[in-house]
């Protein structure tokens, strides 16, 4: 290692003399001096057409590229339940993926299981960005070739979103109007935007169709309606093609076991009612807890319409496959029947086995009686209907990967630079 640092034990004499007020170098020094600077040029020198003889060197990535017959989708979110299962199929289907995710609520475990089944070149890359960043979201679009937007980052419990509402208008509404802004600079032309059916609150009339007013009575439902109502606005003065799919319900896990549901332990008590079965029949906690029986409907319990998460990421690909510039498609995912609480209980209990005990306490601050949709229209211009509606069979699906992987995604991940 090269040093410039002058030792305690020169002489004296070795040292710059100063005569009348200026300063007289010894010419054997400034030798020495110059004679480092030139070693350190010729090695930097050297460094540097080793590096432009590598093949790699002057090859941009393939991902930074736009590529005839090649479709790059960046999947906001991608290392959450949705967002994974949804990579997981646009991967299979020769897409080439980027996924961003702060991992908030997102497992890195999900991301090494995509990266292992598709380690080849120019298909899949994670990166570690929080969309609440701009100038990390802008350097993103910067540095990538993007063709797509699927866009499913965002906090989705109900209950939480009624005890912190500023997080949810802070990670929905905000981080959605960065990530549009950011295909506005860049030049993406397709988003595919993850929405739900809480922006509809709760309607006098079933089935919830697309003309169905959004009246949303939690914040969640509220957050997710402000960043519809701004792409919509944007959308008026712009060809970009969008699809808004708003969501009901989703249960199951992947069909060949690959993929799952894994909340973090705190999040438990705000997740979905498979997560809490399973918990329950798995003794992580004690029992079941259903909020609300004295709701007008037929058991007293809420009622929902339950969509697997295979059909799901199928409809976001439908989407994607059929989005035109200029275009607004907005569509319900749903399959069009409703299913009690109490129903779903009954069937949990038969997919894993165990007589859940189940505790009926005083309903949720902002759960609504009764949600279920009406999937026409999906189906007629989508060409998109649930196939996965047998509801004990999504539960056992999702039950075997629960067995499989007692502590969710274990398997380390070693983030690199």
Known sequence: MLSFTRTRTQQRSNRSMSLGGMDYADPKKKNGFCGKILMVSTLTALCILMLKQSPSFNTPSQFSRHEPGVTHVLVTGGAGYIGSHAALRLLKDSYRVTIVDNLSRGNLGAINVLQQLFPEPGRLQFIYADLGDAKAVHRIFSANAFDAVMHFAAVAYVGESTLDPLKYYHNITSNTLVVLEAMAAHGVKTLIYSSTCATYGEPEKMPITEETPQLPI?????????????????????????????????????????????????????????????????????????????????????????????????????????????????????????????????????????????????????????????????????????KHTDLLESLRIAWRWQKAHRNGYSTPLVMSA
């Not at 907005?330 to 007589?355: D, H, L, M, Q, W």
């Open 218 to 386: 939690n914040p969640y439902g509220k957050a997710k309606k402000m960043a519809e109502d701004i792409i919509l606005d944007f959308h008026k003065n712009s060809e970009m093609a969008v699809m808004i799919l708003r969501y009901f319900n989703v249960i199951g896990s992947d069909p060949e076991g690959r993929l799952g549901e894994a909340p973090r332990p705190e999040l438990r008590e705000h997740g979905r009612i498979s997560g809490a079965c399973f918990d329950a029949a798995r003794g992580i906690i004690p029992g079941l807890k259903v909020r609300g029986t004295d709701y007008k409907t037929p058991d007293g319990t809420c009622i929902r319409d339950y969509i697997d998460v295979t059909d799901l990421v199928d409809a976001h690909v439908k989407a994607l496959e059929k989005a035109k510039p200029g275009h607004v498609g907005i569509y319900n995912v749903g399959t069009g029947r409703g299913r009690s609480v109490k129903e779903f209980v009954e069937a949990c209990k038969k997919a894993t086995g165990v007589p859940i005990k189940v505790d009926f306490l005083p309903r949720r601050p902002g759960d609504y009686a009764e949600v279920f949709s009406d999937p026409t229209k999906i189906k007629n211009e989508l060409n998109w209907t649930a």
